[in-house]
Each structure stands twice: as C-alpha cells, then as structure tokens.
C-alpha cells in the first residue's frame, strides 16, 4: 500500500453503502487499512433488504489501493462494538480514524409530518440508529484512538450547523437526529482537542447514493436523466467526494484547526482542492441556499 495514509487505521462505522461506502473507498485509495462495519453481509440482509454488502465495501477498499476489512457489527449493541474495537486493538495496535457513519433511518422518517402525526415507534428506532449509535461507537473506540496523538474523528450528519440552525428538515424526528450529530461533534472536540484528537462534524451535499439513484429509477452513468423530473438534482455528487473530503482531513497535519466545527464536501474541496470524479467540485450547501431554496429556477451553473 502507498500514499499519504499508508501507515494508518480507519474505522468507518456504517460502510455497507452510500457515503460510508464512498469514505471507506477513498481512505483506502489513500493508503489506508480500513475497518468496515455494517449489518448487512453477504449471509444476512439488514431490514432494508438491499443488496450492498460491507464485505463488497472492503473489497472495493482493497482494489482502491488500501486494505479493507469487513466486521459485521450492530452499533446498537455495545458488546458488538467492544469486540470490534478489542479485535482492532489486538490486530493493529491503534486507531486513527474514526468515522461515525451510522443511520438506517430512509425508511423511517416521514417527509413533512408533524410529530404527533408521525409513527412513534418508527421516530424513535430512527433516534436511536442515528444518535445512539455514534454514542456507543465514540464510548469504546476512543481510549484507542486516543493512545497516538493526532486522531481524527468524523461525525457524519446531513446539513451544515449553519443551514440546519435555520431549516426544518424534513421532520422531528430527522431534524432532531441531525442536529444532534453536529452537536455531538462539537462536544468531542472540547474533549479531545486538549487530549491531541480532532473531531469535526461533515455534510455530503445531495448524495447520488445507491438509494437515491433507484428511487430516481437512474444509474451513476445516466443520473443527469432525472433532471427531467427532479431539475435541482443537476448539484447532486457521488459518495467519494465526501470520500475525498475525510482522506484530505485525515491527511492534514494541520485538521486540527477544524476542531469542533462544522464542514461540507463543498467547502472542504475548496480548501484542498479535490474534486468528484467527473471533475466537477459541487458546492450543494451555497447552492440550496441562493438558488433551491431562493425559489429560483435549477442552475448549477457556477456550483460546481
């Protein structure tokens, strides 16, 4: 293995598909020994009964230059991820990135449903698959990500502090849990910034996932057939530039000066310089902003 992570070890937690898939891809392309945990396996599918496997995640880390390992870990049960973390320790000896990816929750929410209208017990599993989850995973992962100096941790959220502190996103239940993720970001920094980790929260901008593209009825090679239908999708980006965001961070010697704070794919590729894998380097949080949610007609032009 070569290249600028060659020597570290990723847990990507929730890399069976979309950006958790597209951060272990890129980690590993980066050099990286990754780490990729899920609950859907080639034996056994998740509740969503989808095809993506993590052992195909750590297949596509390996062919990207890195080496990828899939563990079949439900981050809902603390032992699970204690004996994640144990076999990391006894395999590798450290840790040096942790990127809190959990969900689960597409199939939970319900778009523009007011609480007292929206299933409960559905709002509440999506709590716990999208805040409990990262609780759990940081509790036992950090004591060995914090044995090196330097660590990085990365809370996956949809939504910059900024948009999100002005914006109600879809519902209760998927506001609550989004924000909480940046909020928990900003919490891990106070406590590790003073102890040599960084922890930052990261926003992918509208992820042309795996999901996304077949409720579009589309593929990675004909997405730009849905702008038809659905015309703001033209600033969509695949999972490997927010990818490309967490290797440029995990890179850095300097990611410290993001402690705490609250970063997109798009902003990040400004600072560093990366771009997607058209080429392109879209801008989706400045977008939605000026132009989506501005009412105005759908124009990347000049986002990407």
């Known amino acids: 293995m070569s290249g600028p992570l060659k020597d570290k070890v990723a847990l990507v937690a929730g890399a069976t ?66 004996t994640l973390v144990d ?10 990135v942790l990127v809190n990816d959990v969900w689960g929750g597409e199939r939970l929410f319900e778009w523009d449903t007011p609480v007292w209208e929206h299933d409960l ?48 996103r879809v519902s209760f239940f998927y506001d609550l849990a989004k924000s909480a993720v940046l909020r928990m970001a900003f919490a891990l920094g106070q406590e590790l910034g003073p102890r040599g980790a960084t922890a930052v929260a990261l926003t992918p901008g509208w992820l042309r996932s795996e999901m996304m593209l077949d409720n579009f009825g589309v593929t990675e090679d004909n997405w730009r057939d849905a702008l038809e239908r659905v015309p703001h999708f033209g600033i969509s980006e695949t999972p490997f530039y927010v990818g490309r965001a967490v290797a440029a961070l995990a890179a850095d010697p300097e990611r410290a000066r993001w402690n705490g704070e609250s970063l997109s794919s798009g902003g990040l590729a400004r600072t560093y310089g990366f771009t997607d894998r058209d080429g392109s380097r879209p801008d989706a949080w400045r977008y939605l902003v000026e132009v989506q949610d501005a009412g105005k007609p759908a124009d990347a032009a000049g986002y990407r």
Do not use: F, K
Not at 39 to 60: F, G, K, N, V
Not at 131 to 159: C, F, K, N, Q, W
């Open 121 to 168: 017990d559905n709002g509440l599993r999506l709590l716990r698959l999208g805040i409990e989850t990262h609780a759990i995973t940081s509790h036992h992962a950090l004591p060995l990500l914090l044995r090196r100096p330097g660590g990085l941790v990365v809370e996956m959220t949809d939504g910059t502090a900024e948009y999100n502190a002005a914006t109600y």
């Open 87 to 96: 076999r990391i320790a006894d395999e590798q000896g450290r840790l040096d």
């Open 17 to 82: 598909r979309g950006a958790g898939r597209g951060i272990a891809v890129e980690l590993g392309a980066a050099g990286a020994t990754v780490y990729v945990t899920g609950r859907s396996t080639r034996e056994h599918r998740s509740e969503y009964d989808r095809p993506e496997t993590i052992e195909d995640t750590a297949d596509l880390v390996t062919a990207a230059g890195g080496r990828g390992i899939a563990v079949p870990t439900d981050h809902l049960v603390p032992s699970e991820v204690r």
